[in-house]
Structures are given as C-alpha cells and as structure tokens.
C-alpha cells in the first residue's frame, strides 16, 4: 500500500518534467503565448507575434535563445522573472531555450513553438463515415 501511495505522488512530478516547461524540481517555469500557429490553406508563412516569459523561485542569470541562434534574443541578470517579446516569420517549428547565463550547455527550460500546416489532420470528423444523412 505504502509504495502505491508513492508512485500516486511522483507521477505529478514526472509528467511535469516531461512537459519542458518545468525543470530542475519546479525552479524555473518557461511560458509560450501562442505556442502553436496553424497554416491555414494556400498558407506557407506562420506570422505572430510570440510572448516567452519566466519565472523562477529564487534569482537567476539566464538568456534566452532560439533553436539555431548563436546569439540570445534576451539576457537578465539576477532576476527571479523575465518577458521578451517577438515577432515570428517561420514555417517550421521554433525550440526557445532558457539557459544559465554562466555556460550555453545548461538549458534550463525549454518550450516549442509549433507550426502545423495541415489542420485537415487534427480534426474531428462530424460524421460517422457509414452515416447515409
């Protein structure tokens, strides 16, 4: 009974963590509005305007960066929360990275920006496809 009780408990963390917008036991929480751009037809460019923003529960140096990108798109400095803002142009999907200002290989947090290009693929039909009316 006892190690049923725990597996209740650490299912929460775990699919947390799968997430990517939480890390590291909850310290930094990653944030993407809009996270997801759908193309509607004749269509070949995603345009928006994206909102990454953080927050951490004790103060961090990090940079943000853009799958790709050499450069980050934003740094802070001892900050306990953090919003960039940006206008998007992209016909594929964009992985955003928090990383620990001290080196580039701790990402920190990440969170994707998606870009579906077939919406015919993710709904629902009304009918059933045996229905005469």
Not at 16 to 26: H, K, W
Not at 55 to 69: F, T
Not at 93 to 119: K, P, T, Y
Request: aromatic share 6%.
């Amino acid at each position: 009974m006892v190690s049923a009780l725990g597996l209740l408990v650490l299912l929460p963390v775990s699919a947390a963590a799968q997430d990517g917008s939480v890390t590291e036991a909850g310290a930094v929480e990653l944030t993407l509005e809009p996270s997801l751009c759908v193309l509607t037809e004749g269509e070949d460019l995603c345009r928006d305007r994206v909102r990454v923003s953080w927050q951490a529960k004790q103060s961090r140096s990090l940079c943000l960066y853009e799958s790709g990108e050499s450069d980050p798109l934003d740094c802070w400095q001892e900050s306990r929360s953090g919003s960039h803002t940006s206008v998007l142009e992209t016909a594929s999907d964009i992985q955003f990275q928090l990383v620990d200002a001290s080196g580039r290989d701790s990402i920190v947090a990440s969170r994707a920006f998606e870009v579906i290009a077939d919406a015919k693929r993710y709904r629902r039909r009304r009918r059933n496809p045996w229905s005469f009316f």
